[in-house]
Nanobody, 125 residues
Framework: QRKLVESGGGSVQAGGSLRLACTAS????????MGWFRQAPGKEREGVAG???????RLADSVKGRFTISKDTVKNIIFLEMNNLGQEDTGMYYC???????????????????WGQGTQVTVSS
């Protein structure tokens, strides 16, 4: 059974850091495009970071210079390193995967067929 499980969320003060992890089971992330999305209360889901199966990455403009996406293909985990967090980064963060490679759509939710349950990130002032 294919499954994505996010972890690493929590509460942090503005300026702090968190590292989210998404553990995949049932398939190999090395052959999938992977993405991180977030949704704040009352707002639409937005793409934060994405990575193709061959390692090309895209970041949303709002997180460039602060967030980094990476993966460990041995452990089958994808990470989202988040630094200098601000209150605007608060939300539920979701991991997503899809077997297709579409660099231009890495930050579009419709490009992904598998989703995790999410992990909450709360940034306080």
């Amino acid at each position: 059974q294919r499954k994505l499980v996010e972890s690493g969320g929590g509460s942090v003060q503005a300026g702090g850091s968190l590292r989210l992890a998404c553990t995949a089971s049932g398939y190999t992330i090395a052959t999938y495009s992977m993405g991180w999305f977030r949704q704040a209360p009352g707002k639409e889901r937005e793409g934060v970071a994405g990575m193709t199966n061959d390692g090309l990455t895209r970041l949303a403009d709002s997180v460039k210079g602060r967030f980094t996406i990476s993966k460990d293909t041995v452990k089958n985990i994808i990470f989202l390193e988040m630094n200098n967090l601000g209150q605007e980064d608060t939300g539920m963060y979701y991991c997503a995967a899809d077997p297709r490679r579409d660099y231009l759509r890495l930050l579009q939710g419709a490009a992904y067929s598998h989703w995790g349950q999410g992990t909450q990130v709360t940034v306080s002032s």
